[in-house]
């Protein structure tokens, strides 16, 4: 009969980001068909009883098989990539096409579908970086991807291949401001860094303990002060990402409460690692090295606090998967190289949400807050609210049923990614995601990932981003 469901889930702690209710969970056709008590039966169904049936995560920031200069090499493609999203409870995931200089966006946009299809489990969108705004980009480029659903783009305020001056920021800016995209910003000021490096380099600190000095609070602020000021010039929305503590914070709560659409994005290594974890000469500390750095446990607070008190719409993972002991990976061409020839990224698409509801438990934000951080505000902002984001009739059937008492001690061999470590070795959570269904299909079961074919995942255009 059409109007029969597929799976039931009965007995479920809904939770989303605004309303806690029991309920069983009624799915058709990958959809959510039914929320009520006492649905019909179905041919599959689930007890989700003692369990917290939440919205699966949007990992509105991971790097997935990104073209890579160098001969470098992201250890995760879209399969491994999307496998480990999956079993930490992430249904959608976000990467980057990005451009290389000298590069039309539609080439990098094409080039990154032909990366993904046939190889995801879940469900993507893509944002794209804009390196090279030149003016066929700006004036033709640009606008008809966002009109064709890439409707966010990231710009960088570093690293050499990738920064773009002040002008071109503004540039790109009010294309975003004209065609309703949003920005996404890595403010870091790139001349600070370099003119450290160098003396870092002179004084014959080699070691990856000095990445962090090459890149302390101050270039973080001042970068974020300025990208604030340019939203103010240009009067458009920006967000602010992978934001590392006290000192941008302090510069974001300035821009908000001056009344400007300043967005701001954190991620697990700023609630979870120090600079210590990048070592104190040994090359291990290459493992954690990612800009900006880690700070310290006054930083970590500040952003936990932020957390709390709403400064940030969003957690994500910025999953940069480089394997250690690797000549593609933190050690190009097999050797243990200077600081700053170290790629930047640690892996996190698996333990982001474990380890932020592992703040959960202990008090620092709410239950809500943790579903709004994860799953809401990412689907609005990148424009894929409501089909992702929330647990209601009409939705994709993308649930994450949570036990929220499993106690986990992160270690790399349990973790799906493609990657030969995680910067989470030994941390001890409390709640993993127990089983998760993407679009309907019950993908984990138990905590074990089902056998899935590599291609069910699905791009997603994205729409307008909601800003509220
Ligand atoms: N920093 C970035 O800006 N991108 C990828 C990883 C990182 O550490
Ligand atoms: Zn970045
Ligand atoms: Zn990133």
């Not at 039931?8 to 029991?22: C, E, G, M």
């Not at 990154?112 to 995801?120: D, I, K, L, T, V």
Request: aromatic fraction near 8%; hydrophobic fraction near 40%.
């Amino acid at each position: 009969m059409p109007n029969d469901l597929d799976f039931v889930i009965r007995h479920a702690d809904v939770v989303t980001a605004s309303d806690r209710f029991t309920s069983d969970i009624g799915i058709r056709d990958g959809r959510i068909a039914m929320l009520g008590q006492g649905l019909p039966p179905a041919p599959r169904e689930l007890d989700a009883s003692g369990m917290l049936v939440m919205p699966g995560g949007v990992d509105g920031h991971c790097h997935l098989d990104q073209p890579m200069p160098d001969g470098l090499r992201m250890a995760d493609d879209f399969f491994t990539g999307t496998r480990s999203a999956l079993c930490g409870g992430t249904t959608t995931v976000i990467p980057f096409a990005a451009q290389a200089k000298g590069q039309s966006l539609q080439a990098a946009v094409d080039d990154y579908h032909r990366r993904a299809e046939g190889r995801a489990l879940i469900d993507y969108g893509f944002h794209l970086i804009v390196a090279d705004p030149t003016p066929h980009v700006l004036a033709e480029e640009l606008p008809r991807l966002i009109q064709n659903g890439y409707t966010s783009f990231k710009v960088y305020m570093t690293y050499d291949d990738m920064k773009l001056n002040d002008r071109e920021m503004l540039d790109v800016l009010s294309v975003a401001r004209e065609h309703g995209a949003l920005v996404m910003i890595h403010a870091e000021n790139s001349d600070c860094i370099g003119w450290l490096t160098e003396r870092l380099l002179g004084r014959g600190l080699h070691a990856p303990h000095a990445h962090a000095l090459a890149r302390p609070a101050v270039v973080e602020r001042e970068a974020t002060h300025r990208a604030i000021a340019f939203a103010e010039l240009v009067d458009v929305p920006i967000l602010i990402v992978h934001v590392s503590g006290a000192d941008a914070i302090e510069q974001i709560r300035w821009g908000q409460s001056r009344g400007l659409p300043i967005h701001a994005e954190t991620c697990p290594q700023y609630m979870y690692l120090t600079a210590d974890d990048l070592g104190h000469g040994e090359y291990e500390g290459a493992k954690c090295v990612c800009s900006p750095p880690p700070r310290d446990p006054a930083n970590q607070t500040a952003v936990w606090k932020a957390l709390r008190q709403g400064v940030f719409s969003l957690v994500s993972s910025d999953h940069a998967p480089f394997s250690y002991d690797d000549p593609q990976g933190k050690k190009p061409g097999g050797k243990e190289v200077s600081f700053d020839h170290i790629p930047n990224g640690i892996p996190g698409l698996e333990t982001r949400l474990p380890l932020l509801f592992r703040g959960v438990k202990e008090g620092r934000i709410s239950l809500h807050q943790f579903v709004e951080l994860t799953s809401l505000r990412p689907a609005k902002l990148y424009g894929l609210y409501p089909r992702k984001g929330t647990i209601a009739v009409g939705a994709d059937a993308d649930i994450a049923v949570w036990d929220p008492e499993k106690r986990v001690t992160i270690a790399n061999a349990a973790l799906h990614h493609a990657v030969d470590y995680t910067p989470y070795e030994g941390i001890e959570v409390s709640g993993w995601p127990r089983h998760v269904f993407s679009r309907g299909g019950l993908l984990v079961e138990d905590g074990t990932l089902l056998d899935i074919h590599a291609g069910r995942g699905r791009f997603l255009p994205a729409g307008r981003p909601d800003l509220d």
